[in-house]
């Protein structure tokens, strides 16, 4: 599978995030080289909360809420519409499951989703890499919580062999879009760290997007708030 | 210049007067087995017009020679032999045209008529997209027998079968005999080697096996294989489906080499290989044909990403991603560069030079210094394919620095370049 490099849009000290910088960035990936625009696209991630059961079981068994796992993030990846991805941070686990175990957890009732986000925008071709700009809105709201970007590279799929290459692209990248002033910047968060934590291996594979659409959220989530 | 005018017109009206006829007789009004030996027919005029042309190249090359040679004595016998072959060529490659347009006509460059309903359980022959010829005509004889007894039809089969394989695969003659028993082709195979290791000392004619040892040893992380042409078809349609577990595949290629007695290196006999498959796990693999079989001859070569498979992987086929496209195109001259300079040693530097390759995604540019740029007239951002090969012979004999072989240039020596990097130098 190709390696796919995720970044996130931090504004600088001050400055907001808005729709018009993300309408700045797609004219700057429109007028780069020959990108050509694709289609739209759209990866949902779910925060899911233990639903608290009834209390006098609990205090019968002895099991306290503790015990269920918080931080729990559930991922509809748009590239694998068969699969959903669960990864559970504090423990370093991610799983791949079959998408219809949404419904499952709809019927069993133990967790309930407490917010859902898209991350959903245009997608681009410039020769081997593949290019996605998204902005980030909850499901049922259309506020602007962030702009990200995904950068696909296809030829290769060894996460270490096309590090040089994509640093290369992003330095390019950043290169293009200083000339348009934009309040903030792109940033990659260096996923490497994280991949061996989880048991993921050097062969780029979903779970490895899956994971770095949780490590995005969680940047994105800390930019806004400061 | 009116003479290579007329020339045209001339086998325009040629071809014209040939076409009607044969066009007017296509397969809607014949039976299979007519349509299956006019296209026999047409394969065997194909190859005479091929070979016809390959010897009017040779013819032009020499003129060509002869002209730079002595340009002072006899221009005008020159000019008049050049104007010959000439018209002999365009005669040539219209007739092949025109051979080409009804060979796809009938079926037998896609492999369609399979696919029609009534053809009696009659193949075309089939042209693979690499260039071999699958002849399928033996069952011709099959259907025509039908009253036969067993005996006599298999008998009839064999028969049929080794005139076509004569016919269309005449070096492999003198394997008829050793057929299946691979101990007796390596017995024989190891004692021509040293009969020729004996015979030349300075000049070191090397054996296939030779060559890819020697490989092997100066690139550790490159992976040799080597193939019966059908063989790597097989292979390259399995590599789509060993996407996902790409341990296995090669775990396989492993085993069945150690299996095989000459060693980690080859896994066809060395006599009958005619694909060389060069793998750079995670960066890139490369398919080189050899032509004929089991000789050090190289004819095609080309560059895929590892993760891609399917039909179109071979010698002559192109990979989906640019970068790789690239590079094959790049190859192409660098192969002719090296067929042109020394032609025993051909197979040796180009292997050299693609192992140079492993560096395609880490060795920026040796003139602007940068990994990925933007090329301007391509609109593509792409790493350095050009790798330099107009180096790679002439350091041969000076090579005093590399401590390894005298032969070989270190790929740390060769200089990359982006398309438009190189375009500016030699």
């Not at chain 1, 503790?66 to 068969?82: E, I, K, T, Y």
Request: net charge neutral; hydrophobic share 40%.
């Amino acid at each position: 599978m190709p390696v796919k490099w995720l970044m996130h849009w931090q504004p600088h000290a001050g400055a907001t995030v808005s729709s018009q910088i993300l309408a700045e960035v797609c004219q700057c990936v429109e007028g780069f080289g020959g990108a050509t625009k694709e289609g739209r696209w759209r990866t949902t991630l779910t925060f899911y909360r233990p639903m608290a059961r009834d209390p006098s079981s609990n205090a019968a068994t002895g099991s306290n809420p503790g015990d269920l796992p918080r931080d729990f993030l559930g991922l509809a990846l748009h590239d694998r519409p068969d699969a959903y991805f669960f990864i559970l941070r504090h423990n370093r686990l991610i799983l791949q499951a079959e998408a219809n175990v949404q419904l499952l957890m709809d019927k069993l009732q133990s967790y309930k989703a407490r917010v859902v986000l898209h991350f959903e925008g245009f997608q681009y071709r410039l020769g081997d890499f593949q290019l996605r700009v998204g902005k980030c809105v909850p499901s049922m709201a259309e506020t602007l919580r962030g702009i990200m970007m995904e950068v696909e590279y296809l030829p290769l799929s060894s996460i270490e062999k096309s590090r040089q290459i994509m640093e290369n692209f992003f330095d390019i990248w950043q290169e293009t879009l200083a000339k348009k002033s934009l309040p903030g910047r792109f940033i990659i968060d260096d996923p490497n760290l994280n991949f061996m934590d989880y048991g993921l291996h050097d062969q780029y594979t979903p779970q490895h997007t899956a994971l770095q659409y949780a490590t995005c959220i969680a940047q994105l989530m800390a930019a806004v708030r400061s | 210049m009116l003479q290579p005018q007329q020339a045209i017109s001339a086998a325009a009206a040629a071809t014209q007067a040939q076409d009607p006829p044969e066009s007017g007789w296509e397969s809607a009004t014949e039976a299979p087995p007519k349509q299956v030996a006019l296209a026999m027919e047409r394969l065997g005029r194909a190859a005479r017009v091929i070979a016809d042309i390959r010897l009017g190249a040779d013819r032009l090359l020499e003129a060509l020679l002869l002209a730079a040679d002595s340009p002072q004595q006899s221009t005008s016998k020159t000019i008049e032999l050049i104007r010959k072959e000439e018209t002999a060529m365009r005669q040539h490659s219209d007739d092949l045209r025109a051979l080409g347009k009804q060979l796809e006509d009938s079926g037998v460059l896609s492999g369609s008529l399979k696919s029609r309903g009534n053809s009696w359980g009659l193949h075309m022959p089939l042209v693979c997209p690499d260039g071999a010829v699958v002849a399928y005509a033996w069952k011709r004889q099959l259907a025509g027998q039908a009253g036969a007894s067993a005996v006599d039809r298999t008998r009839l089969a064999l028969k049929a079968f080794t005139d076509q394989k004569r016919r269309f695969f005449p070096h492999l003659e003198d394997e008829v005999s050793s057929d299946g028993e691979l101990g007796i082709a390596k017995k024989h195979f190891k004692a021509q080697g040293s009969v020729i290791s004996q015979r030349e000392e300075f000049r070191e004619k090397k054996s296939l096996f030779d060559i890819l040892k020697d490989l092997e040893h100066q690139f550790p992380n490159v992976r040799i294989f080597t193939y019966q042409r059908l063989d790597w078809s097989k292979r390259a349609s399995l590599l789509s489906s060993a996407n996902e577990n790409l341990i296995d595949p090669l775990k396989d290629q492993i085993n069945h080499a150690s299996n095989t007695r000459s060693g980690s290196v080859n896994i066809a006999p060395a006599d009958q290989t005619a694909v060389i498959e060069l793998l750079v796990p995670s960066i890139f693999r490369s398919v080189v044909s050899l032509h004929p079989a089991g000789s050090i001859n190289p004819d095609a070569v080309a560059f895929f990403a590892t993760d891609e498979g399917g039909n179109y992987i071979h010698a002559r086929g192109l990979s989906v991603h640019h970068v790789f496209r690239h590079v094959t195109e790049h190859a192409d001259k660098a192969l002719q560069y090296f067929l042109s300079v020394d032609n025993s040693l051909s197979l040796s530097l180009l292997l050299h030079w693609i192992c140079s390759h492993e560096t395609l995604f880490s060795k920026p540019c040796s003139k602007c210094g940068r990994l990925l740029t933007m090329d301007k007239s391509l609109a593509l951002l792409l790493p350095p394919v050009h790798r330099a090969y107009w180096e790679a012979s002439a350091t041969n004999s000076t090579q005093t620095e590399s401590t390894r072989s005298t032969k070989a240039t270190h790929p740390d020596n060769i200089a990359a370049y982006h398309i438009g990097c190189s375009a500016k130098m030699s």
